[in-house]
């Protein structure tokens, strides 16, 4: 298992930009493929982003493709999610989870460690 901490999320303006910081803990971090999910209001959580155990591959939601950019350091453990051109589309609650696999996977069924999540909140 891995414990998994997201920080970064807050209010913004449409158009502007955030990044969310997913620290982790856990020596298997770096074997790992990880994920950012999010769940808007009364909707069900949908899957944003994933990047590989190496970071060589990413996948994107259709949504997000072109704005957000996932990234992930393992010497610091951490996995980043910059988001800009922000809709007020995106406002949601932020997860970050990670993978069973190495390889990049949109399925949340495959994500087995999930953080408490962070608002992102984007004003019109």
């Known amino acids: 298992q891995v414990h998994l901490e997201e920080s970064g999320g807050g209010l913004v303006q449409a158009g502007g930009s955030l990044r969310l910081s997913c620290a982790a803990s856990?020596?298997?971090?770096?074997?790992?493929?990880m994920g950012w999910f999010r769940q808007p209001p009364g909707k069900e959580r949908e899957f944003v982003a994933a990047?590989?155990?190496?970071?060589?591959?990413?996948k994107y939601a259709d949504s997000v493709k072109g704005r957000f950019t996932v990234s992930r350091d393992n010497a610091l453990n951490t996995v980043y999610l910059q988001m800009n051109s922000l809709k007020p589309e995106d406002t949601a609650v932020y997860y970050c989870?990670?993978?069973?696999?190495?390889?990049?996977?949109?399925?949340?069924?495959?994500?087995?460690?999930w953080g408490q999540g962070t608002q992102v909140t984007v004003s019109s």
């Open positions: 990047i590989s155990w190496s970071g060589g591959e990413t």
């Open positions: 856990g020596r298997t971090f770096r074997t790992r493929a």
């Open positions: 989870a990670a993978s069973r696999r190495g390889l990049a996977t949109v399925a949340d069924a495959d994500f087995e460690s």
